[in-house]
């Protein structure tokens, strides 16, 4: 099958924003491991090549001329790109890729992701229906998320593509607004497995032997429970535990200054730090916060130093009152870490067998629940086994071969019998 992949997200620095580029990213090179032949088409860097081919993977970089005016990221700009992405980008994929690939005789998959890309759907259905191609390709449209869903064009959407989301809590947000989605979950990428820096991990634990080590890392809005975080922290610290809340944040920046603030006013003490690069430099800049309750680190935390500081940790607070699929929670249990998750979109917790879950988001539940956790040494070294056994279950080459392929196999299937009932009536 030729696959292609639709997001404005995708692997160049200019196109990470958030969690998408990580499932594109991740999702793309399980599809070629597979060996399939995959294309991404995304808003890149607008000084790189407008085609490249990297790790087996075909990337289209579109938008560049509206990008070089735009150069923030890849949603600067947003509504001219979107635009630009749908009127021209069918065009160019059915023309030069896809259509070609019909005709030698192959199938064609498309995978488009979040709002960005609904029209673009809508103009490649009307392409694949105009030239009798329509029953060769599958088109599989995703929500991450509920942004931007007052702006799609649901029934013209469900026409032309079969809409999926990443969880069951996703799948019943949608079915509010009578949407009907199929749940094909996330994944993780082969670096979440990647080993740890045990030095780095020995480094932080050492140094917070007398602590209890806390770490929170999300967009700064108010559904990721910033808030919660912070009070939970200042029960803590009335308890007499001694925690350490360290904060990354991203995103809005004024009300991360509200969190910071509140938590000020809680009687916690805040200090702002900067890391050097690397699991080293984390684990330095954190052994020196002093008095602090809470640091907020201001600088870009890499990969491998994220899974130190996700491994180290006593808890990782991943609960959110809106959380379509919780994928910190799945990273944290891939690191050995202890997953605190909320109660939406987690579909892989299971409550105190491999993470705490946390219903309420008071701070009494969290208290409770790593109390009574803590006293028990072997069972939260059974959680964090089995929550790795978990994460390994969502690896994408796991996801892609146990969920994404057969569904896609059986959309193939209904579009064969679709139109072999039409051709019956004739």
């Keep these: 099958m030729q696959l292609h992949v639709l997001s404005f997200e995708g692997p160049d620095p200019y196109a ?99 709002w960005q890309t609904a029209r673009a759907v809508l103009q490649l259905d009307d392409l694949l229906r105009d030239a009798g191609l329509r029953e060769r390709v599958t088109i599989l449209w995703n929500a991450n998320n509920t942004f931007g869903f007052e702006g799609i064009d649901w029934p013209a ?72 975080a912070v009070e939970t922290t200042a029960a803590i610290k009335r308890r007499g535990w001694q925690p350490l809340l360290v904060a990354r944040g991203g995103g809005d920046e004024r009300y991360g200054q509200l969190v910071l603030d509140t938590a000020r006013r809680l009687a916690l003490r805040v200090e702002e730090r900067q890391a050097a690069p690397g699991p080293g430099g984390l684990a330095e800049v954190l052994s020196d916060a002093g008095e602090a309750d809470v640091v907020h680190l201001r600088s870009h935390v ?51 067998q491999n993470a705490l879950v946390l219903e309420t988001g008071e701070p009494g539940e969290f208290i409770g629940l790593y109390e009574r956790l803590r006293r028990r040494p072997e069972d939260l070294r059974a959680l964090r086994r089995a929550g790795r056994a978990t994460a390994r279950r969502y690896a994408w080459p796991d996801v892609v071969a146990r969920v994404l392929l057969p569904r896609v196999e059986l959309e193939q299937l209904r579009g064969r019998d679709d139109v072999t009932e039409r051709r019956r009536f004739r």
């Design 16 to 114: 990470r924003a958030g969690g998408l580029a990580t499932r594109v990213e991740g999702l793309t090179q399980a599809l070629a491991a597979a060996g399939h032949e995959v294309h991404l088409w995304f808003v890149g860097d607008p000084e790189a090549p407008d085609v490249e081919r990297r790790d087996e993977v075909v990337l289209h970089r579109w938008c560049q001329g509206i990008s070089r005016h735009h150069p923030a990221g890849v949603y600067a700009g947003e509504g001219a790109k979107e635009e630009d992405y749908a009127r021209a980008l069918p065009r160019r994929l059915f023309d030069q890729v896809l259509r070609p690939a019909l005709e030698r005789g192959e199938r064609g998959v498309v995978l488009a992701e979040e």
């Design 157 to 228: 959407l469900a026409r032309a593509a079969r809409i999926t989301t990443v969880s069951r809590y996703m799948k019943h947000r949608m079915r509010e607004i009578g949407v009907e989605a199929l749940a094909i979950p996330n994944g993780l990428a082969a670096d979440a497995f990647a080993a740890v820096d045990t030095q780095a991990v020995a480094s932080l634990r050492g140094a917070f032997r007398d602590r209890l080590l806390l770490t929170k890392m999300a967009r700064w809005d108010p559904d990721k429970s910033w808030l919660a």
């Design 302 to 352: 890499a990969p491998d130093a994220r899974r130190a500081l996700l491994r180290a940790s006593d808890a990782v607070l991943a609960n959110s009152s809106h959380e379509p699929f919780g994928l910190v929670g799945l990273e944290t249990m891939a690191a050995g870490g202890v997953a605190c998750t909320g109660c939406s979109g987690e579909d892989y917790a299971v409550p105190g």
